[in-house]
C-alpha cells in the first residue's frame, strides 16, 4: 500500500527535528517528493541533504509569519507543479501553571500550534481545491483530548487544532480532499526542551522517560497518506503502551 506514496509532493513544517524531521526520512525512503520547512535552516540543508531531497527543497519558515508559510507551498507548486500533502507539524510546548503568568510563552503557543496550523492550511487550500486533490495533515495531541495541571494552554492549543481539523474535514468534501488529525502522546522530541517552568519540567522528564521513538509518528503520517484516495483517515490516537494518561 506504500507504493501510494511514491511520486507525491510533500511539504512539511517542523521539519528539521523530531516529529518532523523523521517523518521526512521515512518518506523520502518510499520516493515522496519533499518540501521541508522549519527556521533552523543548517539542520534543514543538512537533512534534505542526507535524504537526497536537494538543498533547493529546504526553505526557512517561520509559521507564525503567514508570508513565509505561502512562499514555502508556492516553493512547492512552482517546482512540482502540484502539492498532494502538506503536513502542518511545527509545535512547542512551553507548558506551566498559569499562575506562573508566563503570557509571553502562551502567546507563542497561540501563534505557532494554532495560527501556524491555520496559516498552512490557507497556504496549501486553493491549490488542492484546484487540483480538486490533496491531504492535510495537522499534528494535535493527546493534549488534545484532555487537560492536565501545568499544561492548560498547550492543551487549548491542541484542542484548537483538532476543532479547525474538523470543521475542515467537513468543508473540503466537495473538492475530493482528505484531512488527519494525528495526536502523540510521549514521543521523544525536542518537545519538552521548551518547558521553562521547573516544576512542570520535572513532572514532564518524568513521563518522557517512557517515551517512544519518532518514528511511530512517521509510520502514523505514512499509514494515513498510503491509503487509497477514497478512503479518509480523520484522526489517529497514539501512546506508549506504558502511558497510562
Avoid: C
Avoid at 75 to 100: C, F, T
Avoid at 217 to 230: C, G, K, L, T, W
Amino acid at each position: 500500500m506504500t507504493d501510494n506514496i511514491n511520486g507525491k509532493v510533500v511539504v512539511i513544517t517542523g521539519a528539521s527535528s523530531g516529529l518532523g524531521e523523521e517523518t521526512a526520512r521515512h518518506l523520502a525512503r518510499l520516493g515522496a517528493k519533499l518540501v521541508l520547512g522549519a527556521r533552523r535552516v543548517d539542520r534543514l540543508r543538512q537533512l534534505a541533504g542526507e535524504i537526497n531531497a536537494g538543498e533547493e527543497s529546504a526553505i526557512e519558515t517561520d509559521v507564525t509569519q503567514r508570508a513565509e508559510v505561502q512562499r514555502l507551498v508556492d516553493h512547492a507548486v512552482q517546482k512540482y507543479g502540484r502539492i498532494d500533502v502538506m503536513l502542518n507539524n511545527a509545535g512547542l510546548m512551553p507548558s506551566s501553571m498559569l499562575e506562573r503568568l508566563h503570557v509571553d510563552e502562551w502567546d507563542r503557543m497561540i501563534d505557532v500550534n494554532i495560527k501556524g496550523v491555520l496559516y498552512g492550511i490557507a497556504a496549501a487550500l486553493p491549490q488542492m481545491i484546484k487540483q480538486k486533490s490533496g491531504h492535510i495533515i495537522n499534528v494535535s495531541s493527546v493534549a488534545g483530548h484532555k487537560v492536565g495541571p501545568g499544561g492548560t494552554v498547550y492543551a487549548a492549543t491542541k484542542h484548537a487544532v483538532r476543532a479547525i481539523s474538523e470543521g475542515l474535514r467537513q468543508e473540503v468534501k466537495p473538492y475530493n480532499i482528505r484531512t488527519t488529525i494525528i495526536s502523540p502522546g510521549a514521543v521523544a522530541t525536542e518537545l519538552t526542551q521548551t518547558i521553562t517552568d521547573p516544576d512542570v519540567a520535572a513532572g514532564m522528564s518524568q513521563v518522557y522517560q517512557q517515551a517512544i521513538p519518532a518514528d511511530a509518528f512517521a509510520r502514523a503520517v505514512v499509514y494515513a497518506i498510503s491509503q487509497p484516495a477514497e478512503v479518509d483517515i480523520n484522526e489517529i490516537l497514539f501512546r506508549p503502551t506504558s502511558q497510562s494518561y
